[in-house]
């Protein structure tokens, strides 16, 4: 099982700023996807990036996949209210059920 | 947007008591999955179906667990005997394709609390 470690745990930023959080492991990842979570909702799909050193925009989202496939970074650019939530990163596994492994996640707050 | 849905948003139940929480995945889709996430804690896998049987299950995923797809719709988790730590939200997903971007698409999830 390929352990997720993400950080920081919790950030808090007023709206404008710009923000990068981080998901790192030891292992080799075939590809590894970004959600977003907010309270009482299931986590939701922002991206899926499989290949090393892939860079996705979504918007003022940028998600980076290292060279090496061990680590991945999510950028938010003019951070807005509305990007507040949980942000989870998740490696998906290469045997037959396609389980996802999660991150513990980054608490973000962004406040107006 | 196409959506999972799962019943009941909130279930509350004593110790002991058997539980089943019922999801209505995609209707096109193939694989559904189980995760549950225990407040303040990861988002874990607890089982994948596809073609009606298990294809993988966590070691969370013990003899007190079952799945069913009693019928073209309906996707259901069974815990036959609850304990305290079942307590999490648990959510259903669907997925169309086994490929590597196919989005998995995740229900709102049921709340279960074991008192």
């Known amino acids: 099982t390929q352990l997720l470690e993400q950080s920081p745990q919790f950030l808090s930023i007023q709206e404008g700023e710009n923000l990068t959080v981080y998901c790192n492991s030891s292992?080799?990842?075939?590809?590894l996807q970004w959600y977003r979570q907010e309270p009482g909702e299931g986590p939701v799909l922002l991206v899926t990036?499989?290949?090393?050193?892939e860079v996705k925009k979504l918007k003022r989202l940028t998600f980076q996949f290292g060279d090496a496939r061990k680590d991945s970074s999510l950028h938010i650019t003019a951070a807005q209210p509305g990007d507040t939530g949980l942000y989870l990163c998740?490696?998906?596994?290469?045997?037959?059920?396609?389980?996802?492994?999660f991150g513990g996640g980054t608490r973000l707050m962004v406040k107006p | 947007e196409p959506e999972v849905t799962q019943t009941p948003s909130h279930q509350v139940t004593q110790m002991g008591q058997e539980v089943i929480l019922r999801c209505v995945p995609i209707s096109n889709h193939l694989y559904f999955y189980w995760y549950r996430q225990i407040l303040g804690q990861k988002v874990e896998f607890l089982v994948s179906?596809?073609?009606?049987?298990?294809?993988?299950k966590s070691e969370i995923f013990d003899d007190q667990f079952s799945v069913e797809r009693p019928d073209g719709s309906n996707f259901t988790l069974k815990i036959r005997s609850t304990k305290l730590e079942d307590s999490a939200m648990y959510f259903c997903a669907s997925r169309d394709r086994l490929a590597t971007n196919e989005k998995l698409f995740f229900g709102s999830g049921t709340q279960l609390s074991v008192l």
């Open positions: 998740a490696a998906l596994g290469d045997n037959a059920g396609n389980m996802l492994t």
């Open positions: 990036v499989v290949t090393g050193g």
């Open positions: 292992s080799v990842f075939s590809s």
């Open positions: 179906f596809y073609n009606n049987e298990i294809s993988e």
